[in-house]
């Protein structure tokens, strides 16, 4: 598995359950923690916790949950095993490897524009210089 940064973000397994539903009158609804492939960027985390990725998942039926990141772990708050078993582990998954790939692509774009801008500020640099240089004071 990839786990350099460049590398899409994913969610591999449940890595812990919250102790209350291991009770014997287990509340319906709990924590449950999943491991990402690799760390969480800064712009990732953003979007994974913020206002979009939430409305997205209340679009698709599952408004009640809240993703909070915790180092290499995603908690899901306010599920059950049952839930995530019957498709909002897929979609979490997809959702998460969604927002991996775009943030990837708006960086490649920044880091292009920025190529683009040094290239174009190197060969403004060297023209001035080069039109200086052909200033004589005699």
Do not use: C, W
């Not at 539903?21 to 953003?46: I, Q």
């Not at 979007?47 to 915790?70: C, F, K, N, W």
């Amino acid at each position: 598995m990839d786990s350099s940064p460049e590398s899409t973000l994913r969610l591999t397994s449940v890595v812990a359950v919250s102790r209350e539903a291991y009770a014997l009158k287990a509340p319906a609804r709990y924590t449950v923690s999943a491991v990402f492939s690799r760390r969480v960027n800064p712009a990732e985390a953003r979007s994974i916790q913020g206002p979009t990725m939430h409305a997205r998942l209340e679009e698709l039926g599952y408004g009640h949950v809240s993703l909070v990141i915790d180092d290499r772990r995603l908690k899901i708050v306010n599920t059950n095993l049952e839930e995530l078993k019957s498709g909002m582990a897929s979609v979490i998954g997809s959702l998460v490897r969604e927002t991996s790939d775009q943030m990837r692509l708006e960086q490649e774009q920044r880091d292009e524009a920025a190529l683009v801008k040094s290239k174009a500020d190197d060969a403004r640099g060297k023209e001035i210089e080069a039109l200086a240089h052909e200033i004589t004071f005699d």
